[in-house]
Every structure is written in C-alpha cells, then in structure tokens.
C-alpha cells in the first residue's frame, strides 16, 4: 500500500491467503483474480489438504519409496507437515537442503532430513523405505520400479477434492493457500476500498470478479486493461 500526495491510498494485492491476520487498508485497490470466479470455491479446507497427503505418504512408504515434486514454497510447506513421519528419512538433495537451512532461518519448522549425496542418505536408499523431495529445476522420475510418485500444486484444478489420483501410484495434491473466491471478495470488503480494479494480466478471471464485487459488495470495479507501450520495453 502507498499513500499519494493528496492522501489517497492505493493498494495491490499480490497473492494472498485468507483469512488474513491483517488487510491493508486503502481508498482504490488492485486484486488479484487466481480465483476471482463463482465457481473457485474450494469444498475442502487446508487443514484437510494437509492431511490427505500426510496420509498418502503415510501409507505409500510403508510398502516403498515415496517420490514428491513441487516448486519452492509448497515443498518446504510439505516438509513441515512430512515432519510427523519421523520413523522415514527424507532425503533430499545438497541444493535443496541449502534452500531448507534458509526456509529454517525464516521460522519454518523442518526436521531432519538426509542430504542424497551423503552417507546418510546412501543408507537411507538403501532401505527402500524412504521419502525423496525434489525442488525447482530438479529431475523428477519418469520411470521407477516400485514406490509412490506424488506432484504437490500450489493451484487448485478441482475444487472439490484436494487429491488426483492419476493411478494407484501418480497421484496430486493440491496444497494453495491462496484464497478462493469467497475469500477474495472478504479480503475487497476488509480492505475498506471504495474503488477496485481487477488485474487482468494473470488469473484469467478478471471481468467475472469485477461484476461480483460490484453486484455483491456494491463497490465499483473494473478489470485493469492491457496496454502496449514502447516505454516498458514493450
């Protein structure tokens, strides 16, 4: 949020979760549109996300090793919540465990883990019952003899069930903490903002959130509009 020469407050909201501990306060907002259509109701919340995949992987490495993939953030987040298995070594690579030590120091609470490269983690392989995490720009395994592979998303595809399984052994989670539908237009109505533009560059949903927030919260909106200017290199 910033604050104008003539005391207008202007805000943009980025990604966000809800509910929110605290919301900007502003005059004119621009929102984010992930979700801003009816229909994005999540019928789950991710608390239950959580433990849909504490369960897989709880299950899955029992029989053999469990793979799971996912970008920055959300692998670290599944960490977190992997740290109730403590029985199965994770195992991660020298790179990711640099960015763990980082996540660590910004209050992530992540346990134990092997680093692939090292003894521990040749033991850890060995057993066959172990829990492999693979960051950005990793190699995932296309083919593998035996285990669970698991794709984490931080997107939500289908709003009813956090869980698509793609056969016995594939399977994906869907771990966003990003506010739904619902929650957007809670977030518009906190922020106090008596003006809302709806950004129309990612989310694809912007002229539906636009309608609602004005036909619902009774707050003027309009989608932002796209404009190509050789000044922004365009």
């Known amino acids: 949020a910033v604050e104008l020469e003539d005391g207008t407050r202007v805000g943009y909201s980025g990604d966000f979760q809800w509910p929110l501990a605290e919301v900007i306060e502003v005059d004119n ?8 259509a009816p229909q994005c109701i999540r019928k789950y919340s991710q608390e239950e996300a959580e433990e849909s995949l504490l369960d897989i992987v709880k299950k899955s490495v029992r029989h053999g090793p469990v793979h799971i993939k996912a970008h920055r953030g959300t692998l670290h987040r599944a960490m977190q919540v992997l740290c109730e298995l403590e029985r199965w070594p994770m195992v991660v690579s020298n790179r990711l465990a640099k960015e763990i030590y980082d996540y660590r120091e910004c209050g992530y609470a992540i346990g134990s883990f092997s680093i692939l490269e090292s003894l521990d983690g040749a033991e850890a392989l060995k057993t066959g019952r172990y829990i492999r995490l693979y960051g950005k720009g990793e190699r995932f395994p296309v083919d593998i003899p035996h285990g669970v592979t698991v794709v984490l998303s931080a997107f939500a595809s289908d709003f009813k069930y956090p869980v698509l399984e793609y056969s016995e052994r594939s399977l994906r989670v869907a771990l966003t903490d990003h506010a739904d539908f619902a929650g957007v237009l809670e977030y518009v ?3 106090g903002a008596h003006y809302v533009v709806t950004d129309n560059t990612r989310g694809g949903h912007a002229v539906e959130l ?7 919260l009774g707050i003027p909106a309009v989608p932002s509009q796209f404009s190509p200017s050789r000044e922004w290199g365009i």
């Open 29 to 36: 907002l621009v929102v984010d549109t992930t979700y801003g």
């Open 210 to 216: 636009a309608v609602e927030i004005s036909n619902q």
């Open 189 to 191: 109505r906190a922020s």
